[in-house]
Structures are given as structure tokens and as C-alpha cells.
């Protein structure tokens, strides 16, 4: 895994980017602080912290608690490229009743779907397949309860996260206003499979009901494409409203493609918020 | 099963489950309460294992505030105003 280098007011600043970056909660990654921030005079940053993180490589798994003795076959099949994976188009729609032996056993279709396997299943948690399909049977349960059929469809992201788009007849009322009640999906959703994978599978799975988390990132990009052309045209830095992770992270990402600009998140949650601001020009010599 | 909201109720009992490991001890209760909905309005009182309270509410109550989030949209297929109180 690359190294992602972070330079920040603060060490705490410098890191917390660093987990936008990477997606990752604070157990997942690896930091390194290379230089600590200096103040000068009035509190002035004379030097700003420089950390450099990654997500954690995770360690092999001893023999004896792999689950069931699927070790061979799920590294036979992490071996086949991502790029190779057949999209797991939609699926049958009643919620799918699985036993827990049922739950750590994919099917063999879920099998060919596994990216990195041997990572996942080394985690002590789940493969990204059947997180999958731990997460698809238990919104499918939420849907069920609301007498609605949602269909899935994976959709394989960078860093081995997966976002799982569920769509269907009468979706709306498991948006809600805002997408809020999509976001609460999500939320339980990662509570699910914290619960039945450690804390190594978070973050892993995004569940986007009804395709609104996709939207949404798409006009935040643009959005956040408008607020770099102005910071640029005024040069002067721009505060964005608060939001959270997810969306800084959509906004760091934006702005990590376009010259220029740099962004930095800044407060606490619920009121983080990011800061957009023209590249300091390096000083001469 | 509330009368009132069996929808927001199974819902409540749904997610609570998932998220605790002794499902046997989740207990929900329903109170009728005061509201301008036509169907009215319901609290439940939801008590879980002891230990696990920590887990339904988690992270600066985010879960909490998901499942009453969900629990409230399940309430209104019955034209119901639905709280949730976890109950230690």
C-alpha cells in the first residue's frame, strides 16, 4: 500500500486528512510523523506537521483460525484480476435467509467476485464478498419490513471498498429527505459488519440506496470544482459548510485533481468543515 | 405488537436485533403519546441485554440516531409520529 504524504497546521489536522484520504478509520492506518508543526511569532505556523500514512497492511492470519478451511480455495480465487470481475448484476429480490454457517460460506458466484481475498479474509473479518452479502441481506430486511424488493448491484471502488447501489419500487421512503434515511441505512449497515467482522472490515462496504450517494458525490464534485475557480479568482480561501467524512473526503479528492488549489478540513464533528485555498507559492530559493 | 405502528415496530425489533448478540433480551415497549397525526403518535421504549446498550447507541449516538431515523420513516407507512428511547 502507498505511502500518502500530509503536510497540516496540526499533527491532529495532518492526520485526520490523512484518514480522509484513505477512507479508513484511525485503527486501519499507519502514520509516520516526519517533521512536527512550529509556531512562530503570534502563534504564526512557522513549520507545518508532516505525516505520512497508509492503510495498514494486515497481518497473515495463523492457520488454525481460518474459518472452516476455505483458506486454498479463496486464495485460488484472489488471484483473478479485479478488473476481470463480472458485476454482480440484480439479484433475486426476497431477502435472502442465511444461517451463520451460511453467512461465512459464499456461494460460488461470490467467490469469483472476491478483489483481495487473501487481505480480507487475513483480517480475522469477512471477505469484501460476503460483507457484501451480509450487507445486501440485511437492507434487504429493512426493505422487506417496508414491503419493498430492492435489487443490488456492486460496484468495485479503489482501496478495495465496495459501493452497493439498491434500488427499487417505492426506494424514496429508504432515502428520506436529504438522504438522510439512506445515510442511517448506511450508518447500521457498517454497525452490521463491524459486529460480524471486526473493526478491520469498516469502511469497506458503502450502501447507496437508491443511487443517491452517487448523485450527491457528482454535484458535490462540481460543486466543490466552483468554490477552487473562486478561491482561485479571489485568491482567498473559501469555508465550505460542514459535512461529513464521506462528502470532505469527495471534496479533498476533487480538489487533489485541480492545479493549484489546496483544501484542509478544519473543527469538530458535526461541524467539520473544509477549507479550500490557493497554493501557498513556494517563497524563492 | 404496537397496534398502532406493527410497521415501525418490526422495524424497531429488526435493526435492534442485528446490532445486539442476545436478541432474547430485546424487549420493546410501546406508549401511546400525544400528536396531530391522524394515526397518532407511539414511543418505544426499547431495553436491550445488559452490556450492549453501549452498542445500539454507539459513537456519539450515531446508531441510536439511525435507528430512529428508520424507526420514524417505518412509522409514517402507518400515519404514525414514532420516538425511540433506549431504556437502561
Known amino acids: ?285 | 405488537m404496537s397496534e398502532q405502528s406493527p410497521t415501525a415496530e418490526a422495524m424497531c425489533r429488526y435493526l435492534v436485533s442485528n446490532i445486539v448478540d442476545d436478541t432474547e433480551a430485546v424487549r420493546i415497549d410501546a406508549v401511546a403519546a400525544d400528536s396531530g397525526r391522524t394515526g397518532g403518535a407511539v414511543r418505544f421504549d426499547v431495553q436491550v441485554a445488559q452490556g450492549e446498550m453501549g452498542r445500539v447507541i454507539g459513537k456519539r449516538g450515531r446508531v441510536a440516531q439511525s435507528i430512529r431515523t428508520l424507526v420514524r420513516a417505518a412509522g409514517s407507512r402507518d400515519d404514525v409520529d414514532v420516538e425511540v428511547e433506549f431504556v437502561d
Open chain 1, 1 to 285: 500500500m502507498e505511502w500518502l504524504e500530509i503536510r497540516a497546521a496540526t499533527l491532529e489536522n495532518a492526520k485526520e486528512q490523512a484518514l480522509e484520504h484513505l477512507g479508513v478509520d484511525e485503527s486501519d492506518a499507519e502514520f509516520e510523523v516526519l517533521s512536527e508543526p512550529k509556531t512562530g511569532l503570534f502563534g504564526r505556523v512557522k513549520q507545518q506537521a508532516h505525516v505520512r500514512a497508509r492503510v495498514l497492511p494486515t497481518p497473515v492470519r495463523p492457520k488454525d483460525v481460518r474459518s472452516r478451511g476455505q483458506g486454498n480455495r479463496r486464495s485460488r480465487s484472489a488471484r483473478q484480476s479485479p478488473a476481470a470481475k463480472p458485476d454482480n448484476g440484480p439479484q433475486s429480490g426476497s431477502a435472502r435467509r442465511r444461517d451463520s454457517a451460511g453467512a461465512a460460506r459464499p456461494k460460488k458466484k461470490d467467490a469469483k467476485n472476491m478483489t483481495d481475498t487473501t487481505q480480507d479474509s487475513s483480517s480475522g473479518g469477512l471477505s469484501l464478498a460476503e460483507q457484501a452479502d451480509l450487507a445486501e441481506s440485511f437492507v434487504q430486511g429493512i426493505a422487506s419490513t417496508l414491503g419493498i424488493t430492492l435489487q443490488f448491484k456492486r460496484h468495485d471502488l479503489d482501496n478495495d471498498i465496495m459501493r452497493i447501489e439498491a434500488d427499487g419500487d417505492g426506494v424514496g421512503i429508504m432515502v428520506g429527505r436529504r438522504g438522510s434515511t439512506a445515510q442511517a441505512i448506511d450508518e447500521l449497515v457498517r454497525t452490521v459488519l463491524k459486529r460480524s467482522g471486526g473493526s478491520i472490515s469498516e469502511g469497506k462496504i458503502r450502501m447507496d440506496i437508491g443511487g443517491v450517494r452517487a448523485k450527491r458525490a457528482a454535484a458535490l464534485a462540481d460543486f466543490t470544482k466552483k468554490m477552487a475557480a473562486e478561491a482561485l479568482d479571489a485568491d482567498a480561501e473559501i469555508a465550505l459548510e460542514p459535512m461529513d467524512r464521506v462528502d470532505r473526503k469527495t471534496v479533498h479528492d476533487t480538489i487533489a485533481g485541480i492545479d493549484d488549489v489546496e483544501s484542509r478540513s478544519e473543527g469538530e464533528d458535526p461541524y467539520r468543515r473544509v477549507v479550500i485555498a490557493p497554493s501557498p507559492t513556494p517563497p524563492p530559493g
